[in-house]
C-alpha cells in the first residue's frame, strides 16, 4: 500500500493507492517551521482514515513545506514513522514535489504559489536555488499569506473600497483584537493570513483586488523567477498552488507581458505526483 502526502502550512493533501484504486483526503498542513512533533502527531492522530491505514502502509512519500533542510526532513520523518510504523519513509520539501509533478525529468523553472510562495530551476536531477524562500515576514512574495497581510491591513485601517469593506466584514466579522490575536498569538499565523484567499478570489475582478495581485505577482517574478529567466532564458516556467491556480489570469498576462513562457499550472500535485512515482518504482 503507497501512501503519498503533499503538504503545506494550510492543508495535507493524502493520496492512498492501491493496485486498483486512488483514495484522496485532507487534513491540516504538517509545516515543521510552524508546527511542534507534538502538534504534528496531533494532527495526525486525530484523523480516522490515517488511524485505520496506520499498520498497512508500505511506503510513504511526503513532500512538505518547511522540509528544506536534513534536520526537519528527519523531524517529520521521525513524527510519521511513529504513526506508520511498518513502512519506509521518504521525506522532501514540497518544491521537490510540484518539481516532479509538473516536469518529470524535463527541464523547467517551478513556482510555487499557495499559502507560501517558492522557486527553483529543475535540471531533470537537481534541484538549483538561487533565491531562498524567506517565509511570511521576510518573503513569500505573491502567496495567499502575503496578499492577506495586505487584504487584512487595508481591512483594518478602513482603506478598502466601500463594497470590499462591508463585505469584507459581513463574511468573516472581524475586529483588530480577533485579528491580533490570530497572527500574533496563534501557532498557525501564516494559515490564517492565506485563508482571505477566497475573498481574494471571490474579487478577483474588481480593481482594487486585481491591482493588489499584480502588484504581488510582480514583487515574485521580479524577486525569484527573473533569478532563473536570466540564467535559462526560455525555459517555460511552470507553478503550483491555488494561489496561481485561481488567480492564473493575471499570472499569465504579467509573464506574457515579460516574455517569459507559461508552462502547467496545477492546483495540486498530488495526483500527477502518483503517476510520476508509480512510473519509477516500476522502471
Same mark, same amino acid.
Given at each position: 500500500?503507497l501512501?503519498?502526502?503533499d $503538504? %503545506? +502550512?494550510?492543508?495535507?493533501?493524502? *493520496?492512498?493507492v /492501491?493496485?486498483?484504486? =486512488?483514495?484522496?483526503?485532507?487534513t491540516?498542513?504538517l509545516?515543521?517551521v ?5 502538534s504534528?502527531i ?8 490515517l488511524?485505520?491505514?496506520a499498520n498497512?502502509?508500505q ?26 510504523m ?19 525529468n524535463?527541464?523547467?523553472i ?29 518573503g513569500?512574495?505573491? $502567496? %495567499? +499569506?502575503?496578499?492577506g497581510?495586505? *487584504?487584512?491591513? /487595508?481591512f483594518?485601517? =478602513? ?32 494559515s490564517?493570513?492565506?485563508s482571505f ?22 514583487s515574485?517574478?521580479?524577486?525569484h ?6 540564467q535559462?532564458p526560455q ?6 498552488g ?6 492564473e489570469?493575471v499570472?499569465s ?11 502547467n ?9 502518483a ?9
Amino acid at each position: 500500500m503507497l501512501l503519498i502526502a503533499d $503538504s %503545506g +502550512s494550510t492543508k495535507t493533501t493524502w *493520496l492512498l493507492v /492501491n493496485s486498483s484504486s =486512488r483514495e484522496e483526503w485532507q487534513t491540516e498542513g504538517l509545516n515543521p517551521v510552524s508546527l511542534s512533533p507534538e502538534s504534528m502527531i496531533r494532527i495526525i492522530a486525530s484523523n480516522q482514515r490515517l488511524n485505520g491505514i496506520a499498520n498497512d502502509v508500505q511506503t510513504l512519500y511526503f513532500y512538505g513545506a518547511g522540509c528544506n533542510g536534513k534536520s526537519r526532513c528527519i523531524t517529520v520523518a521521525s513524527v510519521l514513522q511513529m504513526h506508520f510504523m511498518n513502512a519506509t519513509i521518504r521525506v522532501d520539501s514540497d518544491l521537490k514535489g510540484a518539481v516532479l509533478a509538473v516536469t518529470g525529468n524535463q527541464k523547467g523553472i517551478i513556482g510555487i504559489l499557495g499559502t507560501g510562495s517558492n522557486a527553483c530551476y529543475w535540471d531533470g536531477n537537481n534541484i538549483i536555488q538561487y533565491t531562498p524562500a524567506l517565509g511570511y515576514i521576510l518573503g513569500d512574495e505573491g $502567496s %495567499g +499569506s502575503k496578499l492577506g497581510i495586505h *487584504l487584512i491591513r /487595508n481591512f483594518l485601517y =478602513r482603506k478598502l473600497p466601500i463594497s470590499l469593506q462591508a463585505d469584507m466584514q459581513m463574511t468573516y466579522q472581524l475586529d483588530k483584537d480577533m485579528v491580533i490575536d490570530q497572527v500574533y498569538q496563534q501557532e498557525q499565523a501564516k494559515s490564517y493570513l492565506a485563508s482571505f484567499t477566497p475573498f481574494i478570489v471571490k474579487h478577483k475582478d474588481h480593481p482594487f483586488i486585481k491591482n493588489m495581485v499584480r502588484q504581488h505577482f510582480e514583487s515574485f517574478i521580479d524577486n525569484h523567477i527573473a533569478a532563473y529567466i536570466q540564467q535559462y532564458p526560455q525555459t517555460p516556467v511552470h507553478f503550483v498552488g491555488s494561489v496561481a491556480y485561481f488567480l492564473e489570469e493575471v499570472l499569465s498576462e504579467l509573464l506574457q507581458k515579460k516574455g517569459i513562457l507559461v508552462g502547467n499550472i496545477l492546483r495540486n500535485p498530488t495526483a500527477a505526483l502518483a503517476d510520476y512515482i508509480i512510473a519509477k518504482e516500476k522502471e
